[in-house]
């Protein structure tokens, strides 16, 4: 295993590049943070407007979550590459199809985490803001959703590794993430596969178990904040 990281850990980090286009561990990691951050806004917004009190805000809201939640991610993919741009007549690029694929679904579960977050406070906080003169936005941004965030951390930091772990559905549509490059080189390897795989797997699980890591450490950080505030 270690000769076979030797010879081939620049072209699992970075792919082709600067021979081609960026590829590998490099293309997974960006791709993934682009998703997310691109996403979250979006899912702010759906996630409060899961909760509005206006039912015209609420139910188109909660009819695009559940027929999204209710495709596979990699139906919506393959629609993406290939029955979009036979509808259009415009063709995306691999990078592009995946990343707008990955914002809708993560947006989507974004909203949900940010919804259910907004339901788990007490409905005084919301009218507590409001007796205070706050209008309802001013209530939401400035009570309501700094506490929900903070409660639904965990799961926003899950959602990040679910995002790392979609990338490799990539794979379908040729795009040169990290686990296109790993069969790449099986395929120069061919008596490593074993090996090959094995990498693969680590390097998910670094990423992967890193992230649940941080996010355990940041959620204690936050908590000991919190406590002295309660007292």
């Given at each position: 295993?270690?000769?076979?990281?030797?010879?081939?850990?620049?072209?699992?980090?970075i792919?082709?590049?600067?021979?081609?286009?960026?590829?590998?561990?490099?293309?997974?990691?960006l791709?993934?943070?682009?998703?997310?951050?691109?996403?979250?806004?979006?899912?702010?917004?759906?996630?409060?407007?899961?909760?509005?009190?206006?039912?015209?805000?609420?139910?188109?809201?909660?009819?695009?979550?559940?027929?999204?939640?209710?495709?596979?991610?990699?139906?919506?993919?393959?629609?993406?590459?290939?029955?979009?741009?036979?509808?259009?007549?415009?063709?995306?690029?691999?990078?592009?199809?995946?990343?707008?694929?990955?914002?809708?679904?993560?947006?989507?579960?974004?909203?949900?985490?940010?919804?259910?977050?907004?339901?788990?406070?007490?409905?005084?906080?919301?009218?507590?803001?409001?007796?205070?003169?706050l209008?309802?936005?001013?209530?939401?941004?400035?009570?309501?959703l700094?506490?929900?965030?903070?409660?639904?951390?965990p799961?926003?930091?899950?959602?990040?590794?679910?995002?790392?772990?979609?990338?490799?559905?990539?794979?379908?549509?040729?795009?040169?993430?990290?686990?296109?490059?790993?069969?790449?080189v099986?395929?120069?390897?061919?008596?490593k596969?074993?090996?090959?795989?094995?990498?693969?797997?680590?390097?998910?699980?670094?990423?992967?178990?890193?992230?649940?890591?941080?996010?355990?450490?940041?959620?204690?950080?936050?908590?000991?904040?919190?406590?002295?505030?309660?007292?």
């Open positions: 295993m270690i000769e076979l990281i030797q010879d081939y850990w620049l072209y699992f980090l792919g082709q590049y600067p021979n081609g286009p960026l590829g590998g561990l490099t293309l997974t990691v791709l993934s943070g682009a998703a997310l951050l691109l996403a979250m806004p979006l899912g702010l917004l759906l996630g409060v407007a899961r909760v509005s009190p206006w039912r015209a805000v609420r139910w188109p809201v909660a009819a695009l979550v559940q027929v999204v939640r209710a495709l596979p991610l990699l139906l919506v993919v393959f629609w993406a590459y290939f029955f979009l741009p036979a509808v259009t007549g415009v063709k995306t690029g691999q990078v592009t199809t995946m990343l707008m694929t990955l914002v809708l679904f993560d947006a989507v579960y974004l909203a949900e985490i940010v919804a259910a977050g907004i339901r788990s406070l007490p409905k005084g906080q919301m009218e507590s803001a409001r007796s205070l003169g209008g309802y936005g001013a209530a939401l941004r400035l009570v309501v700094p506490q929900a965030l903070r409660h639904v951390l799961s926003l930091v899950s959602q990040l590794v679910a995002t790392i772990k979609a990338t490799s559905l990539g794979y379908i549509i040729g795009l040169s993430e990290v686990s296109f490059i790993a069969t790449q099986n395929t120069l390897v061919f008596t596969a074993v090996e090959v795989y094995l990498v693969l797997a680590l390097t998910y699980f670094v990423l992967c178990f890193g992230l649940s890591r941080l996010a355990f450490l940041l959620e204690r950080r936050l908590g000991s904040r919190a406590a002295p505030a309660l007292h």
